[in-house]
């Protein structure tokens, strides 16, 4: 670049590079979607369509689950989309990080299925909602079935003291507290104080049994398979995952019930590519992307069609039915925590030994 060293200023020429090259840069990032999601829902498979129109017009960054999320969101972090779970969605819209999404913009929406799109707290009126469901699946006990013999069907098995050292969970406030509250015998959505307490002690008393608490799922995949974990609470995708290793694993269906959970896109208040967002979102509901997710993870698509692509045998190989209202009628709908940021300050001081 020009540059006189008498003034000391920059010269006309070297001025007018700069302001091309920073209009350029900035004109660049604008075009692109700025997507926030969990590890794994950022491959270029689930949105082909997106792609073949708009090529490199996603940028994504990743979270550890969606508690990681909202923090960075509410502390100025801003994309155009992300993508929480229902149960989030009610803080996320109460902090007045959301916009509404218009369902006449989802080209699908009428082929997702009912049970996800009448959830409460997705309706913002005139058509609209806060959240588009995507992906649904189940929080469950996977163990290895040749070191873990006959177990009850149980999530006790979490506190079995046999398995000391050797068992995982997942570090996140709507997966262990819950469980923890159905042992006790507690509503794990509305609780008490005195509640809460019997759901610290039942923390307290799973902690030195366990190997650690995480979400790096591909770090318990590979613990299992080499038998360093016999049980662990996963995702359906790391059942699907193990079992498509030849790793003999069963994926558990407890008493007192599977976890069951749904996510999808929101659409930040701030979002600058709000046209983007809904190609991406309209990509994302494409019949195929659904099918892929369900091949691939293990995981249950939001949409009846793409459900239809996917032959029976190979869902009953997933245990995956292929009307979600079948599975809620046996599991846990992880549904909004009124107590969530007490809950999850007590589940931080217990881990940390408290």
Not at 99 to 118: A, C, E, L, M, Y
Not at 334 to 349: C, H, S
Request: net charge negative; hydrophobic share 40%.
């Amino acid at each position: 670049m020009a540059f006189d060293l008498i003034s000391g200023k920059m010269a006309r020429t070297g001025l007018a590079a700069l302001a091309l090259a920073l209009s350029s840069t900035v004109a660049f990032a604008g075009d692109k979607l700025q997507y926030f999601t969990w590890s794994g829902y950022e491959l270029p498979d689930f949105n082909k369509s997106f792609l073949a129109a708009h090529p490199d017009g996603v940028e994504a960054s990743i979270f550890g689950d969606d508690d990681d999320a909202f923090t960075k969101v509410k502390a100025g972090f801003r994309p155009d989309i992300a993508h929480p779970c229902y149960d989030k969605v009610a803080r996320w819209n109460k902090e007045g990080l959301l916009q509404p999404i218009d369902t006449k913009r989802i080209k699908n929406w009428d082929s997702i299925f009912p049970v996800f799109k009448n959830l409460p707290d997705l309706q913002a009126g005139d058509g609209k909602v806060w959240m588009v469901p995507w992906d649904w699946g189940n929080t469950s006990i996977l163990y290895r079935t040749d070191l873990v013999k006959n177990p009850e069907a149980s999530w006790n098995l979490l506190w079995d003291k046999q398995y000391a050292g050797r068992m995982a969970t997942i570090d996140a406030v709507h997966d262990t507290p819950i469980v923890a509250a159905l042992l006790a015998g507690v509503n794990p959505f509305d609780m008490t104080p005195e509640q809460m307490d019997k759901v610290a002690e039942k923390l307290r008393e799973q902690r030195p049994l366990l190997s650690n608490y995480t979400t790096d799922m591909t770090s318990v995949e590979q613990a299992l398979a080499s038998g360093q974990l016999v049980a662990a609470m996963t995702w359906n995708a790391s059942a699907t995952s193990l079992k498509k290793q030849g790793v003999p694993v069963e994926f558990m269906k407890p008493k007192e019930g599977m976890l069951t959970w749904s996510c999808g896109f929101v659409m930040l208040k701030d979002a600058k590519n709000v046209d983007l967002a809904y190609d991406f979102i309209n990509s994302r509901l494409d019949a195929d992307s659904g099918k892929y997710l369900i091949e691939s993870y293990g995981y249950g698509s939001s949409l009846s069609s793409a459900f239809a692509t996917v032959p029976k045998e190979e869902l009953e190989k997933l245990q995956l039915p292929s009307d979600p209202e079948v599975m809620l009628k046996t599991t846990i709908f992880t549904g909004p925590m009124k107590q969530n940021d007490e809950l999850a300050k007590m589940f931080e001081k217990v881990k940390a030994g408290g």
